[in-house]
């Protein structure tokens, strides 16, 4: 049963200016993010922050966070509390862009 009093909130940031994004891909990702809430059956409340940016910064954080001096394809902070989660996650969308030429799907699949 849905909580009635459950507040959702998705965020898309872009702050990627070097690859023309698929049209629509921030509504596409609100829609998907919403959707798996729901299919996971979690009826908490969320608030999610997005943010598509770019191989160079996921690296400082990378090396900041992680000791990593690499890019990768997504990073992820949650803060859940209980039946509250909150979370920011960065997707690298140039690594997103070279991860799809390698398994041979579109790039939209690989953002979504």
């Not at 690859?19 to 990702?29: F, G, Q």
């Not at 979690?42 to 608030?47: I, K, L, R, T």
């Not at 990073?75 to 030429?101: L, N, R």
Request: proline share 3%.
């Amino acid at each position: 049963m849905k909580n009635q009093n459950r507040k959702t909130t998705v965020r898309v940031h872009n702050l990627n200016v070097k690859i023309n994004l698929p049209e629509n891909i921030e509504n596409d990702i609100r829609t998907v993010a919403k959707a798996t809430f729901d299919q996971e059956k979690f009826f908490g409340s969320y608030q999610l922050s997005i943010v598509l940016t770019s191989d160079e910064e996921i690296k400082e954080m990378n090396l900041r966070y992680l000791q990593k001096d690499r890019p990768t394809d997504v990073m992820c902070f949650p803060y859940a509390t209980g039946k509250q989660v909150q979370s920011d996650i960065f997707i690298s969308v140039d690594t997103a862009q070279a991860q799809a030429e390698q398994y041979n799907h579109t790039f939209k699949q690989e953002i979504l």
